[in-house]
C-alpha cells in the first residue's frame, strides 16, 4: 500500500491509510502554529498493538502509560482506553504511530490525550516545552497565564476573559519556547472547552452560543471569536497565576521558587528523560523568573465582574 | 574528611531569586533548595570534600566556620538521603 504524504511547513505525516493522515493532519494544522522546525509523523492503522517487551517503569496517567529515558532514550507512550502506541526516538522530531480502528474511532479524545502528548515529546525535541495552562493578553496587553489542573476554572476564566476584550492564545495547550531574552507561550489553537458547570455559570450572565459539541468529552467548545474575543498565537507572560475554585476571588503572592516549583508539577514532562531536562528546567525558571507568580482563587463573584482579576493584579 | 561529595548524574538543578529548584530524574522528584543549598549544589558541579564546601559556604555568607560546617553537614545528609548527591565509594 502507498504511504499518503502531507507535507506543511513544520511537519510531515506519512501514513497509508488516507483517513488517519486527514485526521492528523486537520488536528495539526487547526492548532495555527507556526512550528519551530519540521517534525515527522509516521503513523499506520494496525489490528491490534503488539506484546509490550519494554522493560522500563511505565508511568500511568488519565488512561496513557509513558515509559521513557534510558536505556534507549526513546518515549513509548500507550493509549490503554482505546489501543494505540506512539514510539518518539531518542533524539529526533519523528514519532511512529500504531493506531487501532478503535482509537481512530475515538480520535476526538485523543486530540487532547494520546496524541497531544505524543506531540508533547516530539516537540521537546526542537525547543518547545509544554506547560498545561492557558495564557491571555489582557486589554492593557499585558501577558497572563493560568497554570494548573483541570477543573480549576481556567477554561471558563477563560472563556469569559474573551467576551471582555482579552485575546486569547490557549484554554489549556501552552508550550514554552526561548525568545531572545524571554519565555515566549505558543498557544495551540483548539476550541475553548466548558464542562457542563461552567457553561452553566457564563450563561447565567450572558447568551452563549451554541459552540461545538464535544459529546464524548462531555463539554461544548467555542472558539475565542465566538465569544467575542480574538485569538493569538503567542504570548509573552507577565503574571502567572495558579487557581483554585472557591467562593470568593482573590490572590496570594508567591515567592519565585515556589513558582518554579508549581510550573514544574505542570511542566511535569522536565522529569521524564535526561534529554533536554536542564533546558526546559532553565525555561522554566525563565518564565518564573520574569512573570510574577499568584496563586488564585476564582469564584462566582468573577463572573459577576470579570475586570476583578485586573483590579486585584493592577 | 577526605571524602568527595559529587552531584548524582540525574540531578538537574536551576536558581532563581537565590533559591533552587532541584530535579531528580531517576526518581521524578523535585525540591526547593535555600540559598545554602543553592550554594553547596552549585559548588558541587565540581566533586568537592566536606572542607571545600564549607569554605563554599562561609566565601559566600557571614558565618563562623563551626556554624558553617553544621548546616553543610545536615544538607549532605539530607541530598545523600535523597540521592541528589554521592559521596566516593557509596554505590
Known sequence: MNA????????VVECPDQDLAEALTRWLDGSC????????????????LTTLTDERVSFPQEGIEIQAGPPDGTVRIRWTDFPAEAVVSSDEPIVDLAVTPDALAHFEMAERGFFLVALV?????IGWY???????????????????????????????LAGCGWTVATDDIAFLQH?????????????????????????SVRPLGTGSDFSRRQKR????????????????????????????????????????????????????????????????????GQARGVRATFGPDLIRRPTLLQELIP | MNERYHRHAD???????GEGVVLHLGSRRYFTVNETG????????????????VVAVCAEFDVAADEAAETTRAFLAQCLKAEVIRADGAD
Request: proline share 7%.
Open chain 1, 33 to 48: 502554529l507556526t512550528w519551530p522546525a519540521t517534525f515527522r509523523i509516521r503513523a499506520r492503522i494496525v489490528p491490534a
Open chain 1, 121 to 125: 515529546f516530539v516537540l521537546r525535541r
Open chain 2, 11 to 17: 540531578l538537574r538543578l536551576t536558581a532563581l531569586a
Open chain 1, 179 to 203: 525568545a531572545g531574552t524571554v519565555a515566549r507561550v505558543h498557544g495551540f489553537r483548539s476550541p475553548i472547552a466548558l464542562r457542563s458547570g461552567g457553561h452553566q455559570l457564563l450563561s
Open chain 1, 130 to 160: 509544554h506547560v498545561h495552562g492557558a495564557a491571555l493578553i489582557d486589554p492593557r496587553g499585558r501577558g497572563w497565564m493560568f497554570v494548573g489542573n483541570s477543573r480549576t476554572g481556567k477554561s471558563t476564566t477563560t472563556a469569559l
Open chain 1, 4 to 11: 499518503t504524504n502531507v507535507v506543511r511547513p513544520g511537519f
Open chain 1, 221 to 288: 467548545g467555542y472558539s475565542p471569536e465566538e465569544l467575542g474575543g480574538r485569538w493569538t498565537e503567542t504570548v509573552v507572560p507577565e503574571i502567572l497565576l495558579f487557581p483554585t475554585i472557591g467562593t470568593e476571588t482573590s490572590i496570594a503572592p508567591m515567592r519565585p521558587s515556589e513558582v518554579l516549583s508549581e510550573l514544574v508539577t505542570w511542566s511535569h514532562w522536565v522529569l521524564y528523560e535526561p534529554l533536554h531536562a536542564q533546558e526546559h528546567l532553565d525555561l522554566l525558571g525563565r518564565l518564573a
Open chain 2, 38 to 53: 543553592l550554594t553547596i549544589l552549585t559548588a558541587l558541579e565540581h566533586p568537592k570534600t566536606f572542607d571545600e564546601l
